[in-house]
C-alpha cells in the first residue's frame, strides 16, 4: 500500500503501483457536482457509472471509492518520481573482478576480519575468525546445492539487482554487553564472486569477494582453504 499512488488528472484518474502505468490504464470520469461549503466534490466514472464523493480539505483527499474509503495524502511531483524509481544498489558489482591470492581477509561490522577457519558441510560455506562457538565474526554462505552434492569447481556470481534464486548470506559479529552475537542476513542487494577448487584429503581451496550493503559496508575478498565435512 505505501507504494501505491493515485494520480489524477483533469477528468481522469491513475493508479500506480511500483510505477506500473501500463497495466493499470486510467480511469476516466467526469465532475457532477461540486459544493464548496463542504469543500465536496461528487466523481462519475465511466467504468460502472457510479457517482463518487470525494472531499478534500488541506492536503488531504477522503475518496470513497465504491464501497471503500481511502484517505490520500498530497505529494509533489519530486515525491512522486522518488517513489517509481529503483534506488541505486549500495554495493559495486564484483562478480567479474579478479580475486587475489592471498588469505581472505575484509570487515564485519566495521571490525577487521580475518578468515582463521572454513568449514564446508551440506552445501553451507563457513568463514570464521574466533572460536567455534561464539565465533568473533563469521560469514555464512547457504549455496543450496544440498547433502550429497559436490561445490568442486563451482562458481557463484551474484549482482547486485538480482532479484531471486540467490545464496543466502548472513555474518555474525560481537556485540558489546551481549553473550550471544548478532546475525544479519541478506538475500539480495549483495555482490559476490565465489569459486570452488577441486577437494583433496578432506579440503576445498576457494576464493571469495563478497561486498554486503549494510551500513558499515562488510566485505571479504581473498582464498581460503575449508575443510568438507
Not at 466534490?41 to 460502472?48: H, M, N, P, S, V
Not at 547433502?147 to 557463484?156: C, V
Not at 556470481?157 to 543466502?168: A, E, F, L
Not at 577448487?197 to 581460503?224: C, E, N, Y
Amino acid at each position: 500500500m505505501p507504494k501505491m499512488t493515485f494520480e489524477f488528472q483533469q477528468n481522469k484518474m491513475m493508479l500506480h503501483i511500483r510505477g506500473n502505468k501500463a497495466k493499470n490504464p486510467p480511469e476516466l470520469f467526469t465532475i457532477k457536482r461540486v459544493d464548496e461549503a463542504s469543500k465536496t466534490i461528487t466523481l462519475e466514472f465511466q467504468k460502472g457509472k457510479s457517482e463518487n464523493p470525494a472531499i478534500i480539505i488541506g492536503n488531504q483527499l477522503t475518496l470513497n471509492w465504491r464501497t471503500e474509503t481511502l484517505i490520500l495524502n498530497r505529494i509533489n511531483k519530486e515525491t512522486f518520481a522518488s517513489r517509481h524509481t529503483p534506488p541505486a544498489p549500495k554495493v559495486k558489482d564484483v562478480t567479474e573482478t579478479l580475486i587475489n591470492a592471498g588469505l581472505a581477509t575484509g570487515k564485519v561490522h566495521g571490525v577487521d576480519f580475518k578468515v582463521e577457519k572454513a568449514i564446508i558441510q551440506n552445501g553451507n560455506l563457513v568463514l570464521r575468525q574466533g572460536k567455534e562457538f561464539f565465533a568473533d565474526q563469521e560469514i555464512n554462505i547457504t549455496t543450496f546445492m544440498g547433502p550429497g552434492k559436490s561445490l568442486d569447481g563451482k562458481r557463484f556470481t551474484v549482482k547486485p539487482d538480482s532479484k531471486s534464486g540467490n545464496p543466502h548470506v548472513s555474518m555474525k559479529y560481537k556485540v558489546e554487553g551481549s553473550t550471544f552475537p548478532k546475525t544479519e542476513s541478506f538475500f539480495k542487494g549483495y555482490t559476490m564472486n565465489l569459486e570452488f577448487g577441486t577437494v583433496s584429503d578432506g579440503v576445498m581451496p576457494g576464493k571469495i569477494h563478497l561486498r554486503l550493503p549494510d551500513d558499515a559496508k562488510s566485505f571479504v575478498v581473498g582464498a581460503f582453504e575449508a575443510e568438507v565435512k
